[in-house]
């Protein structure tokens, strides 16, 4: 099993990138294949009239690897109880290969109250792209960290959340064989 790990932050010293590193690190002794990649490493590129202008190879290889991914996970920021305008651009501009595919969420915010943030964001990628998204999602904040990583209790919450979000995949590449 294949899953993708996707950071759109374009903050340099990002909460929401280490939380994919995090992620991604959980993932890693549980399936065959964990792909991390980080938006901020794809140069920017104007999207018109549903048409991508002079797309960057790093779009391409994103786009193809989020295809051939059995699962993906977004780490990204939450801005105003909302998903960042990077993360929805780049969940747009991959729904083709979103569709009938789990997906998964770990999201960074000011405070714990923007919990019900990743709402938005899911039901778009459900209803405009027919995405599997799974219902559990883990918010970290500044105050999560302990250094350079996460608390003990965060660690475990991104663990159990790798944990059943593979779990999940399974059942939906079996269903979708079938």
Not at 23 to 31: N, Y
Request: hydrophobic residues 40%.
């Amino acid at each position: 099993m294949k899953i993708a790990v996707v950071s759109c932050s374009s903050a340099e010293d990002s909460v929401s990138r280490r939380a994919a590193t995090a992620v991604a690190d959980s993932l890693s002794p549980l399936v065959d294949s964990v792909e991390f990649y980080d938006v901020t490493s794809i140069p920017n590129f104007r999207v018109s009239d549903q048409k991508m202008n002079d797309v960057p190879a790093e779009m391409t290889t994103l786009f193809d690897a989020i295809g051939a991914s059995d699962g993906v996970v977004f780490s990204y920021p939450i801005y105003c109880y909302t998903a960042s305008g990077t993360t929805k651009a780049v969940t747009e501009l991959l729904g083709p290969q979103l569709a009938n595919k789990p997906v998964a969420t770990v999201v960074a915010a000011g405070s714990l109250r923007s919990h019900l943030a990743t709402g938005d964001l899911h039901l778009s990628m459900m209803f405009e792209q027919e995405t599997f998204c799974f219902p559990r999602s883990v918010l970290v904040t500044r105050s999560d960290l302990e250094g350079e990583t996460f608390n003990t209790e965060v660690s475990k919450r991104i663990g159990k959340l790798a944990k059943h979000f593979v779990s999940f995949t399974k059942c939906l590449v079996e269903y979708e064989a079938e």
